[in-house]
């Protein structure tokens, strides 16, 4: 457990990102899973509705450095590739 003050500020500003981080992960995915959900269901203009939501959440989660930037760049490509086979 942290004993000084400096690192009793460390543990709870670690919690309070770990949090913040967290959630804008989770809505990340939540945008991505949007988009595979309207690929597999075959509708191509929600699909790209989705996908147009999709890419700045993607992007912000790469330049705070939730993921990497190859990673960001991976999905977005994979998931238009996707959407343009339909």
């Known amino acids: ?3 000084s003050a400096q690192a009793i500020k ?3 500003q670690a919690e309070n990102h770990r949090q913040r981080n967290a959630s804008q ?3 990340m995915r939540t945008s991505i899973k ?3 959900a309207a690929i597999n269901a075959g509708d191509r203009e929600a699909a790209s509705q989705a996908y147009a ?3 700045p959440a ?3 989660a790469a330049s705070k450095g939730l993921i990497h930037a190859n990673k960001a760049a991976r999905h ?3 998931l238009n590739q996707h959407i343009r086979s339909l």
């Open 58 to 60: 993607i992007d912000s």
């Open 34 to 36: 949007k988009v595979i």
């Open 76 to 78: 977005k490509s994979r």
């Open 10 to 12: 460390r543990a709870r």
């Open 25 to 27: 992960r989770s809505s």
């Open 53 to 55: 939501a999709a890419v």
């Open 1 to 3: 457990m942290a004993n």
